[in-house]
């Protein structure tokens, strides 16, 4: 695990533990938390961007045709 050291304003951190202890977590859970929660959505949005580059760069064309469910799961 590594540390680090943040500037914030007493006022902020004060009602920040209030919120935490409102919600039966400690400051330091509710800030890690949050910093997996941003860190995710960047991660989905990363996969989403990537997914439609390829998507757009792979030219397929089902020419309408659609899978039945067994067809879409078929294992080979």
């Known amino acids: 695990m590594m540390k680090v050291n943040l500037s914030i304003d007493e006022r902020l951190v ?5 919120a935490a202890r409102a919600m039966g977590k400690s400051l330091n859970q509710l800030i ?10 960047v991660s989905r949005t ?10 757009k760069q792979a030219r397929g064309n089902s020419r309408g045709r ?9 294992r080979k």
Not at 14 to 18: F, L, P
């Open 14 to 18: 004060r009602r920040a533990r209030r």
């Open 32 to 41: 890690r938390e949050y910093l997996e929660q941003v860190t995710s959505n």
């Open 46 to 55: 990363a996969f989403s961007e990537e997914l439609r580059i390829l998507s």
């Open 66 to 74: 659609r899978l039945s469910r067994d067809e879409a799961h078929e």
